[in-house]
């Protein structure tokens, strides 16, 4: 077990044998002492650094209230009264005056010379500078025995809370606790990690407040975190910081060692998913058998295409659905991320949503059988053509339902419905003939029927349309582009 910290408060120079000093007032809150000085001066705070004892024998009349709130305010730990000299004892108005502001107030007999509580309080300094030195040698040996466990983090930060005699813990950029589970987030430290993230430069921050002193540093990979809060009733000593800056170190070459392992994991989970796109199942199969969570290729399986997807996704899809394979697409012509979902079992909706919750649009293709995970992906990346800010998710199966004209983008619609029909897009009355007797499936007498047409007049108006639009109704592929580009043009402003 490691020592805790330790700082010279003046109850430790009430303590120093041979000093017979007297407790006039006790502080209200213990302030750690880091030198003694002497000054007879009405406001001597011009020469004060804060920490210190102040020794005086009021030889000067002073206003004491005055004086307390002066010396107060520069940050002295406490006041010591030389009795025997100016005064037989401490003036009442001091007396009275420590006592308001809560500062610590003792009476030196005259037999004690100042020089000599000078000289002990160096000596307990010194004391407690070895002290601290051994103390923070034992606690970082103590964190680089434990590091090394399985549950190494967590050790180490019990370690470094213990010396701090208070608590540490590792949370998200958001502040969410990672390492302890139950680690009890500060306020102080969510409002730190508001400022890291906001990109201002600063790369650790520390805030005073009620419940204590919070630092909160990121592990390695800056904003993005993981962050340490360290949270301790008192200031930052030498000893702490040491501590403290071992912690840091050795948590982030544990993170790097988990972030190197999460990158192979990502590139065999990419290698398994390109496999089995590729067609090479059992290969897929045995890629994926490698994974710490060694997914099975799924038997059946929907494939979502997303682009847009933030860094750092894949990976946090990788710890919570460890089952789905994912890949990033690198040729321009498959661009984005690919996940292989298992359609009987993993929500795809549900992960799509996510990502477009994330800024991502995204492309959900059919259900097959792994041996065709390539159509799912082909139709998924077809869906994920047409989405838009809108609609950022777009499922295969109920957007395209096998209609042609539903798979091309609008504006790929309209350009081959432009070229298709050409002149007669300025002929609404052959138009609306044109789908009547595609509708009938060219039938004569109910396309005359539905027009009010004769039968002649529309052979006239078929044989002015195939004319104009270079196609034959007789031919299937003449009809088929015939009939894109009339529901082309019923989907347009002025259309049928």
Excluded at 187 to 192: F, L, P
């Amino acid at each position: 077990m490691c020592k805790t910290a330790m700082v010279l408060t003046l109850a430790d120079v009430i303590a120093i044998p041979g000093l017979a000093l007297r407790t006039v007032v006790e502080p209200a809150t213990p302030r750690a002492l880091s030198w003694v000085t002497t000054s007879e001066l009405s406001d001597p705070a011009q020469y004060l650094e804060g920490g210190e004892l102040l020794l005086t024998t009021g030889l000067a009349d002073q206003e004491w209230a005055a004086y307390v709130q002066r010396v107060d305010r520069a940050g002295v730990a406490a006041l010591g009264f030389g009795t025997g000299l100016s005064h037989a004892d401490v003036p009442p108005a001091l007396v009275d005056a420590a006592r308001d502001a809560g500062l610590g107030l003792v009476a030196v007999p005259e037999s004690t010379p100042f020089i000599a509580i000078g000289k002990a309080v160096a000596g307990l300094l010194a004391e407690h500078e070895r002290a601290a030195t051994e103390t923070a040698l034992a606690v970082q040996q103590e964190l680089t025995r434990v590091i090394s466990r399985t549950d190494g983090p967590a050790r180490a930060l019990g370690v470094l809370g213990r010396a701090a005699r208070g608590s540490a813990g590792l949370v998200d950029a958001e502040g969410k606790a990672l390492v302890p589970a139950r680690f009890r987030v500060p306020d102080a430290a969510v409002r730190a990690l508001a400022t890291l993230r906001a990109g201002t430069g600063i790369r650790a921050a520390t805030e005073t407040g009620a419940e204590g002193t919070t630092v909160v540093q990121p592990l390695g990979r800056g904003v993005d975190g993981p962050f340490l809060v360290l949270v301790t009733p008192g200031a930052l000593d030498g000893m702490l910081r040491a501590v403290l800056v071992s912690t840091v170190a050795l948590l982030t070459l544990d993170a790097e060692r988990s972030w190197a392992a999460a990158d192979a994991e990502l590139r065999l989970r990419d290698r398994a998913a390109t496999l089995v796109l590729d067609g090479a199942i059992d290969a897929g199969a045995s890629v994926a058998a490698l994974l710490t969570a060694a997914p099975a290729v799924p038997r059946r399986l929907r494939v979502l295409r997303a682009t847009g997807v933030p860094d750092g996704v894949r990976a946090r899809l990788a710890r919570q659905h460890p089952e789905v394979l994912t890949t990033e697409q690198r040729d321009v012509t498959e661009a984005g991320t690919a996940l292989l979902v298992d359609a009987d079992a993993t929500g795809a909706e549900e992960l799509a949503d996510l990502l477009a919750s994330l800024g991502a649009r995204v492309g959900i293709g059919p259900a097959v059988s792994a041996h065709d995970a390539e159509t799912s992906d082909a139709a998924a990346g077809t869906a994920l053509s047409v989405a838009d800010d809108g609609s950022p998710v777009v499922g295969w199966d109920e957007r395209f339902r096998g209609e042609v004209r539903a798979a091309l983008p609008d504006h790929a619609a309209r350009a081959l419905t432009a070229s298709i029909l050409g002149e007669l897009a300025d002929e609404p009355e052959l138009l609306r003939t044109l789908h009547s007797y595609l509708f009938h499936l060219g039938r004569w007498q109910p396309t005359a029927d539905d027009m009010g047409i004769h039968r002649n007049t529309l052979r006239k108006r078929i044989a002015r349309i195939e004319r104009l639009t270079g196609r034959s109704v007789d031919t299937a592929a003449g009809r088929a582009d015939l009939w894109v580009a009339v529901v082309g043009a019923a989907g347009s402003p002025g259309g049928v």
